[in-house]
């Protein structure tokens, strides 16, 4: 069985992949780290002997095979490197959230029974030692950090340098032992384990096999044709299964550079000088980066502010889906005489055209201040140049992108760091479609992905040009997905794990004999197009009285991607329609008000506001149109809601404090209101008792008005099957 | 503490070694005018320590720093430096000595970025002429790679490379005293003086602070004379403390002994006068 199919030829593992790159790729860059503001750098040779030398080291110290070296530290080269070398010796590297706390490494460590520990500096190191009072089967304790442990007791505390150096040394006397150990090394055998970060109950140790880290390396690398030119940037959490796939997955199948930042806060600049062409992030971070971009323009002046408009909403329009996408083509050689003819009359056709665009709205702009005076920002929309245009239809379409590179994606994707980006991937959660549109309008070929640690990543992905913000693709390659009758997702693929960790009842519950795995998500496949979309964990779906299915969550996001409404509950669950309350949000209905000269005194007032409620219903009508469009969700369009007179809080029990709505609580508590949704009043008192952040209690009274919703399609929820 | 702290060096509790003398001051007296800043003190300072100097408002602790810096020169009394005695110097003669210093104030060149503000202070180790750094041949190359790299270590030691390139006006106040830190420790010094490091910053950056300062002395060996308001910083921090009031020394000795010296509860808790 060990032997069965390794179509990867020889290389069974990662070592052997490395001595692959070693051979083909020698003295190309493997590794950089910023240090002393310089990037070092080695190559896949250099990297390979500081491997060598450390597992070298790691055998002298006596390690056997299939013990388990816990790895705790930032993304730099060196701790890639231990997990490699453990790899070599024949043991399993695991390696930990560098920000766990001591009582959630105290567990990992002592589930994994770590007899090695490879720590980054002294705060690791000290969590190690708090550690080992409790568990005593940490033998050795190596650091790459020198600094501040110079006083620390050395008898099980070793400088990873030093213990490069011993292995070095001892060369001749361990080589045999090491190539017997590294011959062992099959398909099938341990590659790492990963824990889970465990949001429900404890962590899980997840066992990954060569096979698994091998074959999802390989495929999705071929999907992504991906080469050895790229470069990435390593700056998330080494426990994550993402950052091992792509940071040593990925880039020892492909032979592309891994670039570590300086420190966590300096990342933003490193990711500019390096400018990954392969980059990961969650939503999260796209979302940062947008809202600074978006501040900063803000205080830009007028007609850099216009132009920035009138080009971002050119691009959003449609044009940046068609002319902005990156090539396909990886293009390592040199340009042929025609290409660059092309490109510089590209270019030149697209700097006149900014020229002509600048200079015209300049002119534009300056009467427009001479003639309004203040407040003329607000209302000056930047225009193509209308006197010089020489181009027609779509090429007009095709230059005015151009012109945009030059004067606003360009410049911008520059100071972003994504000058040079050519797939970038976010997962983790639902990203907004706003975000999502800015940047692949941009140009930047940003998709979405499903995943999970068990799966080695990949379960789904978008391909090139299929790529859309409410789907996660279709399955990946030598994935096969099914769906159940309850709508949960299930897979089976290369990738997926081998068992957790000392844990065969959870194995057994994830993992059936035929290999299918249960994700835990509820989903299906959109008929279009045979893309997946995801709807919410499956435990929280659930039926409505007649039988359709209710995904609140999903409703629920798509009205939360609208700046107008902080928060949103809809209810349905067994009933025959779906109602919802609505939060605004303060600062963006407020900034709304301003500007729109509608007075108000507090939150209440501005909640109750009739044109606010107007602005909320046209959300809700398109919300209920989009989710009109997918079949199995269409009851969950909402046909009554109101604006609640108070935002849900923390305070009062309404939400967890990670600002997580707390469904029972606030459905006992405004019982009054969901009968008055459901019981076809058009408005409701209610009284609430509401906790000030004191402590102090008091209460608040309104009148809240119901509204009707228009829904599309069926109207009466009990027609449908 | 069982260790006998008039050896000629000793090794303290963490294993931290003690010098012999490296700067001793005798019997200072500083005068301004009328006004007596400083009157008939001394004390000295040991290889590798961590020598506080405190006192309340007034007393003399920023004159005291300036003498010992060489900036005022005492009226009466002798400074004994590396055991000779030293003459009034020139600021660039003392920076030489292996001296440099932190102020109250900061006073570091708000226009410039964080880099340049440090790379100031290795001037001392740079010898190449104007006309090698105009042109940027020789020596001045050579020597600006040397400089950058030690104070690349420097900005690696105070973790501040994220604000390598800004100019420091534009940095809150906290950083700007560790970039100002972050020169004087460029200079490579063998006796650094700071005046009130932690003055004005919260508890974090304390923290922060005293932790650089901790290893400091621990990596580089650097003696370390420091004036300071927050008695539990200077307490944890120094060896021994030099307690002053109205230009008086009214205590010397390990933390403990200063604290139980009941004319320095006198000075900082006040005494009825009757």
Partial sequence: MAQELAPA??????????????????????????????????????????????????????????????????????????????????????????????????????????????????????????????????????????????????????????????????HARLEDEMAAREAELTYDSTCVMLYTSGTTGRPKGVVLSNRNIIESAKNSSEFDNLGVNEDILAYLPMAWVGDFIFSLGQAMWTGFCVNCPESADTLMSDLREIGPTYYFAPPRVFETQLTNVMIRMEDSGDLKYAIFHHFMDFAKGGAGEKHGMPKRKVTTQKKTLE?????????????????????????????????????????????????????????????????????????????????????????????????????????????????????????????????????VGVPA????????????????????????????????????????????????????????????????????????????????????????????????????????????????????????????????????????????????????????????????????????????????????????????????????????LYGGKSEQYIETEVTYEDGRKGSINATLEIRDAVVVGNTQGMAAE | MTTDMNADSYVTEDGRTIGPVVMDLKNITLRFGGVVAIKDISFNIREGEIRAIIGPNGAGKSSMLNVISGFYKPQEGEVWFRGSKRPQMKPYQVAQQGLARTFQNIALFEGMTVLDNIMTGRLNKMNANLFQQAIWKGKAEKEELENREACEKVIDFLEIQHIRKTPVGRLPYGLKKRVELARALAAEPSLLLLDEPMAGMNVEEKEDMSRFILDMNDEFGTTIALIEHDMGVVMDLSDRVVVMDYGKKIGDGTPDEVRNNQDVIDAYLGVSHD
């Fill in chain 1, 477 to 676: 390659p030598g994935v096969e997905v099914r769906i159940e009758d309850n709508g949960e997702i299930f897979y089976r693929s290369p990738g997926t794990f081998v068992e957790y960790y000392n844990n065969p009842e959870s194995t057994a519950d994830t993992k059936d004999p035929e290999g299918w795995v249960a994700t835990g998500d509820a989903g299906f496949f959109d008929k279009k197009n045979g893309h997946l979309r995801i709807i919410d964990r499956a435990k929280d779906v659930g039926k409505m009285a007649d039988g359709r299915m209710f995904a609140p969550k999903y409703v629920e996001n798509k009205l939360k991607f609208y700046p107008d409404i902080l928060e949103a509950v809809v209810f349905g669950n067994d009933r025959d329609m779906c109602t919802a309350f609505i939060n605004i949000d303060l600062t963006a209905v407020g900034n709304w008000a301003e500007r729109n000269n509608v007075a108000y005194a507090s939150y209440q007032e501005l909640a109750g506001h009739p044109e606010v409620l107007s602005t909320i219903q046209e959300h809700v009508e398109t919300v209920n149109k989009s989710v009109a469009e997918d079949e199995m969700l269409s009851g969950c369009q909402i046909h009554r809601f109101l604006i609640l007179h108070k935002e849900l809080d923390a305070d009062d029990g309404e939400m967890t404090r990670t600002r997580k709505v707390r469904r029972k609580i606030v459905e006992e508590k405004y019982a009054p209101l969901i009968d008055a």
């Fill in chain 1, 9 to 170: 030829g020889a290389f069974a593992s990662i070592p052997a992949l490395l001595a692959r790159n070693v051979k083909e790729y020698g003295d190309r860059p493997a590794y950089r780290e910023k240090e002393f503001g310089i990037w070092q750098s080695w190559t896949w040779a250099e990297a390979a002997e500081e491997i060598q030398n450390l597992a070298m080291g790691l055998l002298a110290l006596g390690i056997n095979r299939g013990d388990h070296v816990a790895i705790i530290g930032r993304n730099r080269p060196a701790h890639y490197w231990a997990m490699v070398a453990a790899q070599k010796v024949g043991a399993v590297p695991v390696p930990l959230y560098q920000d766990a706390v001591v009582d959630e490494m105290e567990y990992v460590l002592e589930h994994c029974g770590a007899r090695f520990v490879v720590c980054g500096d002294q705060e690791q190191v000290d969590k190690v030692i708090e550690v080992q009072d409790k568990i005593h089967h940490i033998e050795h304790v190596l650091y790459y950090d020198k600094r501040g442990l110079r006083k620390y007791d050395h008898s099980h505390l070793h400088w990873y340098v030093d213990i490069q150096e011993e292995g070095r040394v001892a």
């Fill in chain 1, 339 to 471: 290409q660059k003819i092309r490109h510089g009359f590209n270019y030149a056709m697209g700097i006149g055209f900014a020229a002509e665009t600048i200079i015209e709205n300049g002119i534009r702009l300056a009467f427009a201040k001479l003639r309004h005076g203040k407040n003329v920002r607000k209302h000056f929309k930047a225009k193509d140049p209308i006197g010089l245009n020489l181009y027609g239809g779509a090429l007009k379409e095709y230059f005015k992108y151009r012109c945009g590179d030059v004067l606003v994606y360009g410049p911008l994707k520059d100071t972003l760091g994504f000058g040079r980006i050519r797939v970038g991937y976010t997962a983790g959660e639902a990203i907004g479609p706003e975000i999502f549109a800015f940047y692949r309008s941009m140009g930047i070929n940003l998709k979405q992905l499903y995943g999970q640690t068990e799966a080695t990543v990949f379960i789904t992905v978008q391909p090139d040009g299929e790529v859309r913000n409410d789907t």
